[in-house]
Nanobody, 122 residues
Framework: QLQASGGGLVQAGGSLKLSCVAS????????MAWFRQAPGKEREFVKA????????STSDSVKGRFTVSRDNAKNTVYLQMNSLKPEDTAVYYC?????????????????WGQGTLVTVSS
């Protein structure tokens, strides 16, 4: 089970840090990812991180602004979002897959959190 939190309302240029806590299983060896979905749009890949090398994959739309990290001891993955823009407004989901590959396709991920809403005002 994945539980995402940390969303909220922020002004453009501001920052937020999302957290996703995994429970009920051993997710420390899973690739963890963040996706987002804006109203009327498809779910979009944001960032992913491997469990061991902490390698990451990033969407071009957030490159240089968002950072993903994880604490395997706490079964937690984070998404630090800086320089937020109104177009970053979406429900953000964390996801996990029992793989070593940094997939960007949502169908590759077996486990999903409930989502947390991020709203960026202009």
């Amino acid at each position: 089970q994945l539980q995402a939190s940390g969303g909220g309302l922020v002004q453009a240029g501001g920052s937020l840090k999302l957290s996703c806590v995994a429970s009920g299983g051993t997710f420390s060896r899973y690739v963890m990812a963040w996706f987002r979905q804006a109203p009327g749009k498809e779910r979009e890949f944001v960032k992913a991180i491997t469990w061991s090398t902490f390698s990451t994959s990033t969407s071009d739309s957030v490159k240089g602004r968002f950072t993903v990290s994880r604490d395997n001891a706490k079964n937690t993955v984070y998404l630090q979002m800086n320089s937020l823009k109104p177009e970053d407004t979406a429900v953000y989901y964390c996801a996990a897959t029992n793989s070593v590959f940094l997939y960007t396709e949502p169908e590759r991920y077996e486990y999903w959190g409930q989502g947390t809403l991020v709203t960026v005002s202009s």
